[in-house]
Structure formats: structure tokens, C-alpha cells
Nanobody, 127 residues
Framework: QVQLVESGGGLVQAGGSLRLSCTASGRTFSRNVMGWFRQAPGKEREFVAGINWVGSIYTKDSVKGRFTISRDNAKNTVWLQMGSLKPEDTAVYYC?????????????????????WGQGTQVTVSS
């Protein structure tokens, strides 16, 4: 059974940093696209950042320069380093994985690309 488990969320002041982790189990995702999405209260889930199996990255414009996605294929883990956090970054952050690894660019932002989802971790940024 495939599981994606996120960790690292919490409460942080505006301007602060957090590092989210997502570890997959049940199968290897070393050749798969992985990504991060978020959902704020009352809003739809939205793409944050994605990375394919060779490390090609696509990031939502509003977090470019502040958030960085990375992965360690040997550890079946993907991270989201978040800096200069703003109150509008407050959301539940979800890790996701696709069955394919060959996509790149804006395609990584398509929610329909992803087949597996974690339960989410809450990030709250106070002003």
C-alpha cells in the first residue's frame, strides 16, 4: 500500500522559515514526478511546486524565490523549503506523487497528473 507522509508543518511568524518533508512508502518513486500542493480554508487546492525524476523543477509564480522543492531518490523523500513566509501562505500542504516521471515544466502543475496524495500538514503563518 502506497503511503505519502508529510511532516514539518507548524506555526511560524511572518518572515520565518519551515521545511516540509514527505516520505513515500509502499513503492519507490525515484522515477516519478512528485509535488507539493496547498489548500487554504475556503479555497481550492492549488499547486505549489513539482519536481520530476531528473530534478527538473516547476514552481508557482507567487512562491518563486521563497520556496524550493528538492528530492532524494534514494530516500524516497521530497522536501519543500519555505522561506520569507507570509500569512497568505497559511494552508494545509499536501505531498503528491505521479505514476510517471517524464513530465516537466507547467505540466507538473496539473493536479490531474498526480495519483497518490498524503494526508497533509498544517502550516500557519502569523502576522
Amino acid at each position: 500500500q502506497v503511503q505519502l507522509v508529510e511532516s514539518g508543518g507548524g506555526l511560524v511568524q511572518a518572515g520565518g522559515s519551515l521545511r516540509l518533508s514527505c516520505t513515500a512508502s509502499g513503492r519507490t518513486f525515484s522515477r516519478n514526478v512528485m509535488g507539493w500542493f496547498r489548500q487554504a480554508p475556503g479555497k481550492e487546492r492549488e499547486f505549489v511546486a513539482g519536481i520530476n525524476w531528473v530534478g527538473s523543477i516547476y514552481t508557482k509564480d507567487s512562491v518563486k524565490g521563497r520556496f524550493t522543492i528538492s528530492r532524494d531518490n534514494a530516500k524516497n523523500t521530497v522536501w519543500l523549503q519555505m522561506g520569507s513566509l507570509k500569512p497568505e501562505d497559511t494552508a494545509v500542504y499536501y505531498c503528491a506523487a505521479a505514476r510517471s516521471g517524464d513530465y516537466a515544466g507547467p505540466t507538473l502543475g496539473r493536479m490531474s497528473l498526480y495519483d497518490y496524495w498524503g494526508q497533509g500538514t498544517q502550516v500557519t503563518v502569523s502576522s
